[in-house]
């Protein structure tokens, strides 16, 4: 078995994890169900999925499926895309 130096954790990110971070969502989406990551604070990540129900002035505004609605500032979009609507419920 060879031996192979240990891995160091890295803060830059890497080619894989930089091309995941792609915001693929503009305002023709609206409408549609959409995943979005958005920065929370100067370490912190947060992902939102539901409805895009406006972009209006900079501003997201999404809907929950529990029905609350978060507004999302632009600038704090890390990444998001269009995704599938979820399997119906029986």
């Known amino acids: 078995m060879p031996d192979h130096p ?9 080619a894989r994890s930089a091309a995941l971070l ?17 920065r929370h604070d100067a370490t912190t990540l947060t ?6 129900l ?6 997201l505004t999404l809907e929950r499926r529990d029905g609350s609605r978060v507004e999302v500032a632009e600038g704090d979009l890390v990444a998001g895309k269009v995704v599938p609507e979820p399997p119906a419920r029986p």
Request: glycine fraction near 8%; hydrophobic fraction near 35%.
């Open 54 to 59: 406006a972009w209006d002035d900079g501003v």
């Open 6 to 14: 240990p891995q160091r954790p890295t803060a830059r990110p890497t």
């Open 22 to 38: 792609v915001v693929r969502i503009t305002p023709s989406d609206v409408g549609r169900r959409v995943s979005v990551r958005l």
């Open 47 to 52: 992902d939102v999925v539901g409805q895009l």
